[in-house]
């Protein structure tokens, strides 16, 4: 299986703030790679798919990079609807695969 | 736009089984992968298997393998997830996911469209 080594496991920031979080594959998946965002007794939400693709409708403060095994999400200005938890998601093989998620939280 | 409900929440007893049921509207469904997903109490996010339905083709998280039943029923656009001799590990929210597949595997790829959860309690 693909392990998905996420970091920080938690970020405590302020509104205004860039957030970057990194995805480490522990094997190369070019750019199959997905960010979902996850608030508490909702369901996740894509962000962006394809390593940098961003959904329909998401704000383009949110940014995604990386391919082979090395990605990065940022969050170039934190707003307040964006406290929550984040994931990386790889489909370069299966079993599909989560990282262990990114909880960004107030400062 | 596609939207998905679940079935309601479940409390069941060690050894037993569970069925929830995913149904989609606004949109075609034997165009995507329905996925399983759960998430256990302060845990993350799990990926169970998922269900193909224009051929269908189903693949399966290996640790569920033996446990998990997933199959779909193209004449009511609603999908299907079992699973069996549950334990309090298996006590968690369970989404369905339905979103893109490709590749010569006919693999899933993205979780785009979710259901609002099924929450399952394992208790005796």
């Known amino acids: 299986d693909i392990q998905m080594t996420q970091s920080p496991s938690s970020h405590s920031a302020s509104v205004g703030d860039r957030v970057t979080i990194t995805c480490q594959a522990s094997?190369?998946?070019?750019?199959?790679l997905n960010w979902y965002q996850h608030k508490s007794f909702k369901a996740p939400k894509l962000l962006i798919r394809?390593?940098?693709r961003l959904d329909s409708g998401v704000p383009s403060r949110f940014r995604g990079g990386g391919s082979e095994t090395n990605f990065t999400f940022t969050i170039t200005s934190l707003q307040p609807e964006d406290f929550a938890t984040y994931y990386c998601?790889?489909?370069?093989?299966?079993?599909?695969?989560f990282g262990g998620g990114t909880k960004v939280d107030v400062k | 736009q596609l939207q998905v409900v679940q079935s309601g929440s479940e409390v069941t007893k060690p050894g037993s089984s569970v069925r929830i049921s995913c149904t989609a509207s606004?949109?075609?469904?034997?165009?995507?992968?329905v996925n399983w997903v759960r998430q256990a109490p302060g845990q993350g996010l799990e990926w169970m298997g998922a269900?193909?339905?224009?051929?269908?083709?189903?693949r399966y998280e290996e640790s569920f393998k033996d446990r998990v039943l997933i199959h779909a029923d193209e004449s009511v656009n609603t999908a299907y997830m079992e699973l069996t001799d549950l334990t309090s590990e298996d006590t968690a929210i369970y989404f369905c996911?339905?979103?893109?597949?490709?590749?010569?595997?006919?693999?899933?790829?993205?979780?785009?469209?979710w259901g609002q959860g099924t929450v399952v309690s394992v208790t005796s």
């Open positions: 394809d390593a940098s």
């Open positions: 269900v193909i339905p224009i051929f269908p083709l189903t």
């Open positions: 094997q190369d998946i070019a750019k199959s």
């Open positions: 996911a339905m979103g893109d597949w490709g590749g010569e595997m006919a693999m899933p790829t993205t979780f785009e469209f």
């Open positions: 606004g949109n075609t469904f034997t165009n995507y992968a």
């Open positions: 998601q790889q489909y370069g093989a299966l079993p599909l695969t």
